[in-house]
């Protein structure tokens, strides 16, 4: 049994703003059912939604401040979380990042440095609770420099590194090196400098025994220019080290069999009923009643990443077909003000909601019968997998995970049952188009729409597999 430090800056149902939250919200249960010693260590944010006690558990002086850490557990888990508690730095409202408006707080580099140096304090034990970690496993930038300062102890734990996207690399001005009194022996081309910039995520990946990210797709492409932004050279470095581990999905949280969000439940022996979720969201949505008429959804953020700008393009001629459009976002102002003027064109076929609304994505799943992914790229991806489970087509672009886990509809995979969804290449309005096209004709044919899918909905996306591969990485070490 390994004694695991998952450190991370976001965890569901404890606070998100995307996939990381709902991955650092369910592997580290995987883990733990694979019977591990598994501690979650994140801030505590004032938008927490702990479920249970809070308790104090020591505190710590760190760089002339106090911090405590306290003690709860993940909501309905026994996975221990350790709460980084300093209220001039994270008991700030809403997002862990950045303010209403969206823009980064300006004192993030201080706020995730302390984090990531108490994190390096738990993880030796440090606070004596009679628990040092064998192993650290960091995510994303806002924990980089966890490895980077383990690296010059001696008798530390063994690190990994998962990076969950390369777009978001913690970047900050060269001149804040001192003050944030990092280990000098850090700064230099080889280790936390890029671009005579401080990169919290070259912590990460210079210094973690092994670097993950979360597709075997997306691992190849971040070692190329395209997805690499001027650190592919770096992993290609590190290709040895280097693995992709396709994300898991919550199956309890994600089962249209018990799901209490959506109207009716439903499997696939009773897949009819899902007409019953579809005029639940159409009536929600204030969309005509229209069992014949595809529903064409899209959850998302609302940013470049996601290939919004493809669907803006695209909107005009979809409204020529017979389809409604079901859109959940939150993100980029100017892509939100250009819906907003399309959903005001066709309010009896666009159906909008800007804001962030668990319930409705469930709800907007389990009654869509397409669902849109055209992601420029896409490290993983979360909600193709939770629509084939609700046996909502994806259409997706063939990138990162969206490759990984869904098929095209060819003949060759329609005739042998692996389609389970329509995959496209080119990252242009031109080519979705077509796309939309092709699974608008494939709607047509019933029974074989019926029969793709149920094929979707058995697919395995658990967490046990991936959970067994981390462990497997953990051992390698
Ligand atoms: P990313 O992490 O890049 O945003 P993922 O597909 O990995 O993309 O995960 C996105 C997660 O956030 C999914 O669980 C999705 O349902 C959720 N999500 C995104 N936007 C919203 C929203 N506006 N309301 C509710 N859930 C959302
Ligand atoms: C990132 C990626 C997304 C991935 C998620 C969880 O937010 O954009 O593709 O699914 O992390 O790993």
Redesign the pocket.
């Known amino acids: 049994m390994k004694k695991i430090l998952f450190v991370t800056s976001e965890a569901h149902p404890l606070i998100k703003t995307?996939?990381?939250a709902?991955v650092c919200g369910s592997l580290p249960k995987a883990l733990a059912e694979l019977s591990q010693d598994i501690r979650l260590i994140m801030p505590n944010y004032k938008a927490l939604k702990t479920k249970g006690d809070v308790r104090f558990l020591c505190s710590l002086r760190i760089d002339n401040r106090d911090v405590n850490i306290l003690e709860t557990r993940m909501p309905d888990s026994d996975v221990i979380v350790w709460l980084v508690d300093c209220a001039e730095f994270f008991n700030y409202p809403g997002n862990p990042y950045t303010d209403e408006q969206g823009n980064a707080w300006p004192n993030n580099d201080e706020r995730f440095a302390l984090f990531c140096r108490v994190a390096v304090v738990c993880a030796l034990d440090r606070i004596n609770q009679d628990w040092k970690a064998d192993i650290v496993h960091c995510n994303d930038w806002q924990t980089g420099l966890v490895p980077a300062i383990l690296s010059l102890e001696d008798d530390r734990p063994a690190t990994v590194f998962t990076i969950h996207?390369m777009a978001y690399q913690g970047l900050f001005p060269a001149s804040h090196v001192a003050s944030l009194n990092l280990p000098g022996q850090l700064w230099h081309l080889d280790g936390l400098e890029f671009n005579n910039m401080l990169s919290f995520i070259k912590g990460g990946l210079v210094y973690a025994d092994r670097i993950t990210t979360v597709s075997p797709t997306y691992a190849l492409e971040i070692q190329t220019p395209e997805f690499g932004y001027g650190l592919e050279g770096l992993l290609t470095y590190r290709n040895d080290a280097l693995v992709g581990i396709i994300n898991g999905i919550d199956m309890d949280q994600w089962n249209p069999e018990t799901d209490t969000y959506i109207s009716k439940n439903f499997d696939i022996k009773t897949l009819a009923k899902k007409q019953i979720n579809k005029a639940d969201l159409q009536k929600k949505s204030a969309l005509p009643e229209n069992g014949q008429v595809p529903v064409v959804a899209l959850?998302?953020?609302l940013v470049e990443?996601k290939g919004i700008d493809m669907v803006i393009d695209c909107l005009p001629e979809m409204m020529t077909m017979p389809m409604q459009f079901v859109l959940?976002?939150?993100g980029d102002k100017d892509y939100e003000k250009r819906l907003q003027n399309l959903a005001r064109l066709y309010p009896d076929k666009i159906a909008l909601t800007l804001?962030?609304?668990?319930a409705l994505?469930h709800t907007i799943e389990a009654g869509a019968d397409i669902f849109l992914m055209p992601s420029r790229f896409e490290p993983?991806?979360?909600?193709q997998m939770?629509s084939q489970r609700y046996g909502t087509i994806p259409i997706v672009r063939k990138t990162g995970g969206l490759a990984d886990t869904v098929i095209d509809a060819i003949p060759e995979t329609i005739a042998d049952g692996t389609a389970t969804g329509v995959v496209f290449s080119e990252a242009s309005a031109g080519t979705l188009i077509e796309a939309i096209k092709r699974a608008m004709l494939l709607y047509t044919n019933r029974d074989a729409w019926n029969k793709m899918q149920i094929d979707a909905m058995q697919k395995d996306f658990s967490w046990q597999r991936s959970a067994e591969q981390y462990l497997a990485l953990y051992n390698s070490i």
Do not use: H, P, T, V
């Not at 804001?355 to 668990?358: A, I």
């Not at 993983?380 to 909600?383: D, P, Q, R, V």
């Open positions: 995307g996939g990381l709902d996207n959850i998302s953020r990443q959940l976002g939150a804001g962030y609304n668990e994505a993983c991806g979360l909600n939770y």
